[in-house]
Every structure is written in structure tokens, then in C-alpha cells.
């Protein structure tokens, strides 16, 4: 005889209400006390802003703000007129090498934009949906191979 | 709140309050079933248990004097079961969802007289019971077994249920009812040795 969905969720709810409690296994409560003294030796910095002395709040909170005003002066006093070449004099003794290197890495980017140029686009359009239909293809194939092999296990 | 008398061994060089101890140890089992049936898996379940404690911790001085502390970490056990299971969920779907078995237990649906459990499990003693249904629940599909366990364990209403999963209130319905043919069939494979179901 077929149950009624009421006979069965009856039957279901008093099967399952009739369980006791799980036990939890004897290793949660020292994985707790572990944590907790974990918790415990951080330092102060560590933990949670809510956790740290108050003095070390405000002061955090000062810095903050100090360093948020600083950033805002620099903004506005680049806005106002900032001299890039004044600032290069001042310092082109001691960063000559700064020069050097910037001309090397300006070489090189010359030499691939030449490369790029002389590429035909379609080439390049090409190439980059062949990087991309290999990537699709392995990742396809990873995707089979788990729920082929390891998922239904 | 735990009916059964703790059997975990006594604590030795605790820095934990003693109190907290108590308190542990009263619900461990609570939180830990709750976690346990809703993830199907007891190293979650036991992972899920910890970060609660330590939640409940970090609130203790609320917690200790409230009489809601039960309810508390049982809802604290749920949501944080329920975040871990759609992490897992969306991190593995397109990996391990080959096809969706939408239909377990859709054709078993025992034949059997549904009166009592107790009729339908006498002689069969009470642990073996609980590890038959256990078993049976941990066997569900995960997208049977959480509704089905935040019904009838948590007494959600379809509707809570639903918003919870971030699913519609007929496919709750729908996995629910498949949850509870499921399991009977299931419970009625394991052999009883007196069952008269005929799935």
C-alpha cells in the first residue's frame, strides 16, 4: 500500500525527532581550548581593532587621519602646479642611473612595438583564439576527467 | 539545550574559564549534531562546531546568562553550516555536477505501513536505530538533505526555508517530499528485521 505525503512526513518527522543528540567527538572541546589560547598569545596588533587598548585606538585613529590629510595636501599641491622638470634637475646627479636603465627598458619596448607593428592583425586575432580554445579545450577535458574519475567515486 | 549527560574527559591546564567549559560542554553535542546532519560530513560538522565555540566565546559574557543560549548557537550552527555548504557548493558545481540526480527516490516509494516508528523498528535496538537513520540521512543527496533537515529538525517553515537556500518555495516543497521517500526507502533497504516495506 502506497503511504499518503501525510502518513509519510508523519512517520519521517517522528523517526527523526526521536534521535538523540550526536555525540561530538572528544577531540572538539582541546581543539577549542587550543584555539582560544591561540587567540589568546597573539599580540595585540594581531587581534581584532576591537581587542586592541584604547590608547592604541586613538592613536591609530590620529595617524590615520594625520596621514589621510597629508595625502589630500599632496593631491591638491601637485594640482596646484606641480614642476616635474624643476624636480628632475634637483635630482639628476644622484639618480643618473635611474636614466640608464629607463633608456634600456625604452629600447626594448621599441623593438617589440616594431615586432607588434609588422604582425598582421590577423595573425595576432588568430593566435589569441587559439590561446583561448586551448585553454577552453584543457579545462574541458580537466572538468571530464574529475567527474569521470574522481567525482563518482 | 543537551539531554544527555557529557562523557568528555576532564580538562587539564585549561586557561579557557571554567564556566565556558561547563557551558561547552552542555551544548557540544546540540551544535555538533546540528552540523553534522545539515553538512553530512563529521570533520566538517567538527570544524563547523569549533568556529561556533569560538563565536560564542568572543560573546560569553552575553551568553552565559542568557536563557537563549540553546537557540543562539543552534542558529549560529545552522547559518554557518548553510555559508559552508554554498562556498563548497559554488566552488565545486561545475566540477562535480555531472548531471543532477533530480529523481533519487522519485520511483521507491515504499510500499509500507507508515503507523509508528516504534512499531516499525521494534527489535531493533535504540543505537542501532539512530545509526541506521543517521546513516540513511548522510546517504541523502545534499539538495534533499538540507531541507529536509532544516524541517524537520529546525521546524522552519517552507517559506524560511526557501529564503534561506536562496531557492523556490516548490522546489523546497518538492525536495522535501523526494527527501522523505528517499530516506524511507533507504531506512527500508538497511532491513529491518521484521520491516514490511516493500521498496
Known amino acids: ?153 | 539545550m543537551n539531554d544527555d549527560t557529557p562523557v568528555q574527559t576532564p580538562p587539564t591546564g585549561l586557561i579557557t574559564p571554567a564556566d565556558f567549559t561547563t557551558f561547552m560542554r552542555n551544548y557540544q553535542d546540540m551544535v555538533f549534531s546540528t552540523a553534522a546532519r545539515l553538512t553530512g560530513n563529521d570533520a566538517q560538522a567538527e570544524d563547523i562546531s569549533q568556529e561556533v565555540f569560538l563565536k560564542a566565546y568572543e560573546h560569553f559574557d552575553m551568553l552565559q546568562t542568557s536563557p537563549t543560549a540553546g537557540g543562539w548557537l543552534k542558529t549560529v550552527a545552522t547559518n554557518l553550516s548553510l555559508n559552508h555548504l554554498s562556498r563548497y557548493r559554488n566552488r565545486w558545481k561545475f566540477f562535480s555536477e555531472y548531471r543532477r540526480d533530480d529523481s533519487a527516490g522519485e520511483s521507491e516509494t515504499p510500499d509500507v505501513d507508515f503507523a509508528a516508528p516504534d512499531t516499525f523498528f521494534s527489535g531493533v535496538d535504540a543505537d542501532e536505530r539512530r545509526a541506521w537513520v543517521e546513516a540513511a540521512l548522510e546517504k541523502l543527496p545534499e539538495h534533499q538533505r538540507v531541507p529536509l533537515v532544516l524541517y524537520h529538525f529546525e521546524d522552519l517553515p517552507y517559506e524560511d526555508i526557501a529564503r534561506k537556500l536562496g531557492v523556490s518555495l516548490a522546489k523546497v516543497k518538492t525536495d522535501i517530499l523526494r527527501a522523505r521517500t528517499a530516506l524511507a526507502a533507504i531506512i527500508a533497504r538497511s532491513g529491518a528485521p521484521h520491516e514490511n516495506f516493500s521498496a
Not at chain 1, 13 to 32: F, I, K, N, Y
Open chain 1, 1 to 153: 500500500m502506497k503511504p499518503s505525503p501525510e502518513d509519510l512526513e508523519k512517520f519521517i518527522h517522528q523517526t527523526l525527532r526521536s534521535l538523540p543528540a550526536r555525540r561530538a567527538p572528544l577531540s572538539l572541546e582541546s581543539r577549542v581550548r587550543a584555539a582560544i589560547e591561540a587567540r589568546a598569545a597573539l599580540p595585540w596588533w594581531r587581534q581584532s581593532f576591537a581587542a586592541w587598548p584604547v590608547a592604541a585606538r586613538v592613536a591609530f585613529l590620529i595617524g590615520s587621519a594625520g596621514i589621510a590629510k597629508l595625502a589630500i595636501m599632496a593631491v591638491v599641491w601637485a594640482m596646484a602646479g606641480f614642476d616635474g622638470a624643476l624636480l628632475a634637475n634637483a635630482f639628476s646627479t644622484q639618480f643618473a642611473w635611474v636614466q640608464t636603465v629607463s633608456g634600456v627598458f625604452t629600447a626594448i619596448g621599441n623593438f617589440f612595438g616594431t615586432v607588434y607593428r609588422a604582425i598582421p592583425p590577423l595573425w595576432l586575432y588568430g593566435g589569441l583564439a587559439a590561446v583561448a580554445a586551448l585553454y577552453a579545450a584543457l579545462f574541458g577535458l580537466g572538468a571530464t576527467a574529475y567527474r569521470l574519475l574522481y567525482a563518482n567515486r
